[in-house]
Structure formats: C-alpha cells, structure tokens
Nanobody
Framework: EVELVESGGGLVQAGGSLRLSCAASGFTFDDHAIGWFRQAPGKEREGVSC????????HDEESVRGRFTISTDNALNTVYLQIDSLKPDDTAVYYCAADPGMTWSGYGCEYEWSIWGQGTQVTVSS
C-alpha cells in the first residue's frame, strides 16, 4: 500500500520550533516532488514548501520564507519540515504530499499532488 505518514506535530509556545517528518511507505521518493501544506481552521489549504527529491531543489512560499526549511534524508526516504520562530498563525494541520511524475507547472509548488498523508496537528500558543 502506498502512503505517506506525517509526524512531529504538537503543542508549542510561540517562538519555539518543531520538525515535522513525512515518511513514505510502499514506494520511494526517487524522482518525486514532495510538498508540505497546511490548513488552519476555517481556511483553505495552502502550500508552504516543496522539494524535488532527486536534486534537492526547493521552493518556500513567501509567507513562510526564512522560518520554514524543507529537507530530505534519502537513506530514510523521509522529508522534513523544520519550522522555527513559530507563531500562533502557524496553527494548522500540516500535510505532506507527493507527485510521482514531477509534473511541474513552472511556478512555485504547483505540481500534481496525487499522494497525501493524513496530517499532523501543530498548535502554537501565545
């Protein structure tokens, strides 16, 4: 079975840090694009960061640039999202997704995300 499993979420005070993990099961990340998204209560899902596993090329959305860092561990077939200087507005369910075909629109993190994880909750207290 092909799936993504996120972990690492939790409750943290503003100013703190978290590292989220996205592990693949049933497939490897080779030649995939992997993205991180979040959805806050009452808001639409938004992309935050993405990476192409083969060459490590990354893109961070402007709203998180400088605080969010996406990275990979090829040996563990895992993608991480390091979140620093957390703010209450970062409270959301964070999801990872994969595009096996790396079908990029040519802009930002616009890929064809076809494999999704179940999400991990991040709550930032003020």
């Amino acid at each position: 079975e092909v799936e993504l499993v996120e972990s690492g979420g939790g409750l943290v005070q503003a100013g703190g840090s978290l590292r989220l993990s996205c592990a693949a099961s049933g497939f490897t990340f080779d030649d995939h694009a992997i993205g991180w998204f979040r959805q806050a209560p009452g808001k639409e899902r938004e992309g935050v960061s993405c990476i192409t596993f083969s060459d490590g090329r990354t893109h961070d959305e402007e709203s998180v640039r400088g605080r969010f860092t996406i990275s990979t561990d090829n040996a563990l077939n895992t993608v991480y999202l390091q979140i620093d200087s957390l703010k209450p507005d970062d409270t959301a369910v964070y999801y990872c997704a994969a595009d096996p075909g790396m079908t990029w629109s040519g802009y930002g993190c616009e890929y064809e995300w076809s494999i999704w994880g179940q999400g991990t909750q991040v709550t930032v207290s003020s």
